[in-house]
């Protein structure tokens, strides 16, 4: 028998690897990023992805991501990972989320039905070095920033304000129980908490100074007022979004029976693209079934049982997001005690990381199973109905996952500067959380320092890369009008 020797350093030790990790990685090394002289054609990397997505798709993700400088980030998550392989790294390594930009993170219902504010995409989760999800959030603000419109002096401080309350946030957790880490998390209470905490410092600030100062705190205090009256907002719409909810827009009666709704190419029932797979009708019912039963194993055994009292009752294609578009994604209406007791399950195609060509391959040997442990490693709470299958077809892998509970999120380009200035915040506290929970936060508390040395370092990175995505983002028009890419806007 194998025996696993788990080493458990003291605190000193944990403390002085993080200052070991600041001599070899110094904090300002993130200062001064160019592309490597051999960096790929980003319009190839992004090709390279569709060759195992659905052709009647790829065009509609191509299509999305032409938007703007920002959608296309959200959709070229290769593109940065091929990029962040060349930066400097401390060692300091948790697990990632792989694609920590700002519209990644949102609301969502605990098991306990409390509104949580977290990470929620982890399609391309893997263990690595912290400063990878660091840098792709921080540059999201950036990117998110200039395309609101910001002045360079807003984009700068949102940036460095989402960097900063990483690294403070780290060093909170360096001084905390390892139990006390693990429990922390940000719900809907302490959002708003936090939220009428600015706006009592922003009035604070406004009460003293010259007419001039008055006024600028005056408008922050306003913006502030109107962040928060929209977070209220988003979070009361967010309790509405369930299955019952989903219900009303994605079907309808069909002879005293609920279905969904044929709406191509978004929402397209298997019904009436059997052929598209190469099944019949008959074998695709049979599919589902038995990938349903394989997945509920995969769950707990409490969760399991509560499942298995829904039954299966219409299934569809949906296409959801920016960089997943073109990925096998599909819903699946489940059934309770009658028509009025639904429950939609979302599946999604797991495929390997983009970080794993550069970072070691995961240990999980189906794609599925790395997406659902990794969001439970990050995720404060995860979905009770969080588990995957291998596909039907070979090389095709899935994970499941509630498709509406309570899911809510920001709408970044209507925000101003000081409403984004806030969300930075909590995106890099809630990324340091995240990342706290299975790294070291004494030894990434140490390596990061009490000064402002690490932020201003990724903020010249975030400001370089964004110079970057622009020029990636001109290329991949480009392709587009000359044809070599083929895209369909608006859908």
Request: net charge neutral.
């Amino acid at each position: 028998m194998t025996v696993l020797h788990i080493a458990h350093p003291s605190l000193d030790e944990r403390a002085e690897h993080g200052r070991e990790a600041r001599e070899h990685t110094p904090l300002d090394s993130h200062t001064g990023w160019r592309p490597a002289a051999d960096r790929p054609d980003p319009v190839a990397l992004l090709d390279e992805q569709n060759r195992t997505r659905e052709p009647d798709l790829v065009p509609v993700r191509h299509g999305r991501m032409m938007a703007s400088p920002f959608t296309f980030y959200r959709g070229s998550a290769a593109v940065m990972a091929a990029d962040l392989k060349d930066t400097p790294s401390a060692g300091l390594d948790a697990q990632l989320c792989g694609d920590a930009h700002l519209s990644n993170f949102g609301a969502f219902a605990s098991p306990e039905r409390k509104l949580l504010f977290d990470l929620n995409d982890f399609d391309e989760t893997l263990p690595g070095p912290v400063e990878y999800d660091v840098k792709r959030m921080a540059a999201s603000f950036t990117i998110a920033a200039r395309n609101n419109g910001f002045s360079k002096a807003d984009t700068r401080d949102i940036t460095m304000a989402s960097v900063t309350a990483y690294r403070e946030a780290m060093a909170t957790f360096g001084q905390m129980g390892t139990m006390d880490v693990w429990y922390a998390h940000l719900d809907e209470d302490e959002l708003m908490a936090t939220l009428r905490d600015s706006l009592a410092a922003a009035g604070h600030h406004g009460k003293a100074g010259k007419k001039g100062a008055k006024d600028k705190a005056g408008k922050a205090d306003h913006a502030l007022d109107k962040a928060a009256k929209t977070a209220q907002k988003t979070l009361h719409k967010a309790h509405s979004r369930d299955s019952l909810q989903a219900l009303g827009k994605l079907a309808e009666q069909v002879d005293g029976s609920y279905r969904i709704v044929n709406d191509p190419p978004i929402v397209v029932p298997l019904r009436e693209i059997t052929a598209t797979y190469g099944f019949s009708a008959e074998e695709t019912d049979q599919i589902i079934r038995d990938q349903f039963r394989a997945y509920r194993a995969t769950l707990q055994a409490d969760r399991r049982q509560l499942l298995e009292r829904f039954e299966i009752i219409d299934a569809a294609r949906k296409v959801v997001g920016v960089g997943s578009v073109g990925t096998r994604a599909f819903i699946v209406l489940l059934q309770g005690r009658d028509m009025q007791d639904p429950l939609f399950l979302q599946i999604k195609e797991a495929t390997a990381s983009v970080l794993e060509k550069y970072l070691p391959k995961s240990r999980f040997k189906e794609p599925g199973e790395r997406v659902v442990q990794g969001q439970r490693m990050m995720q404060a709470a995860s979905d009770i109905f969080l588990g995957w299958t291998a596909g039907a077809q070979a090389g095709r892998h899935l994970y499941w996952r509630q498709l509406r509970d309570m899911k809510g999120s920001a709408e970044v380009e209507a925000m101003v500067p000081t409403g984004l200035t806030f969300y930075a915040r909590i995106c890099g506290w809630t990324l340091a959380r995240a990342h706290a929970r299975s790294g070291d936060p004494v030894a990434l508390a140490q390596y990061l320092g009490d000064g402002d040395a690490f932020d201003r370092s990724i903020t010249d990175f975030s400001a370089r890369y964004a110079d970057q995505n622009e020029q990636d983002f001109q290329a991949f028009v480009k392709a587009v009008r000359s044809g070599r890419l083929q895209a369909v806007e608006g859908v």
